[in-house]
């Protein structure tokens, strides 16, 4: 991530605290594209990279999908804000639409093109968010590789699961790899601020 003009594209990930932290790995001369649906994420995004005099930090207001169109997003639990997800939970305390796209229209060329590391968080909507992001693969730089955290209780089984991403691999050069984690999703974070000196770069 130290590589010059190296770029961390990340979709949903707690965005607001991790773009920041990604903003330092590749330094001034990189850049952190974050995508982010939810309208108070995406504030608070943006609020920390400037707060963190991020300027090589681009937000994108929108969700990554297979097609473009608008997504429904459903919170279960105000106390957790990162679990917005597109797939409706048996209890919904509220909900918000957004724009959606394949990733490939929501970053530009050049930060695709200098992707050394692309996160996607989804909550359930892994195969979409993929889909959209296959045809693109080849195009990537050869050290590029995919975050892509999954939400098991959203798949009818983790047989599906496996195969869906199998395949969406197969005529690419990647290579899927299982690394069960033991984490549980947090409450949102307090507006971060970095101890380090300014990202720095020149605004996007």
């Keep these: 991530m130290k590589a010059s003009r190296s770029c961390f594209a990340c979709q949903r990930i707690d965005s607001p605290y991790y773009s920041v932290l990604a903003a330092h790995l590749v330094g001034p001369a ?3 594209a974050a995508v982010e649906p939810s309208p108070d994420f995406h504030q608070m ?9 991020c300027d090589n930090v681009r937000a994108v207001n929108a969700a990554a999908s297979d097609v473009p169109g608008r997504l429904v997003f459903y919170l279960e639990r105000s106390t957790n804000l990162g679990g917005t997800i597109a797939v409706r939970p048996h209890t919904v305390e509220s909900s918000f639409e957004a724009d959606a796209a394949p990733l490939p229209q929501l970053v530009t060329e050049e930060e695709l093109a200098a992707a050394r590391l692309i996160k996607i968080d989804v909550e359930g909507a892994e195969a979409a968010a993929v889909s959209g992001l296959v045809p693109i693969l ?3 730089r050869g050290d590029a590789e995919l975050v892509i955290e999954v939400t098991p209780a959203c798949w009818p089984s983790k047989v599906e699961l496996s195969t869906t991403f199998s395949v969406r691999c197969a005529s690419t050069d990647f290579t899927p790899t299982d690394w069960p984690t033991t984490t549980t999703p947090a409450a949102t974070q307090p507006p971060y601020v970095d101890p380090r000196p300014p990202c ?3 605004s996007l």
């Design 138 to 140: 080849p195009r990537l």
């Design 30 to 32: 990189g850049r952190v």
């Design 200 to 202: 720095g770069g020149a």
């Design 45 to 53: 995004l943006t609020a920390n990279a400037r707060a963190n005099g």
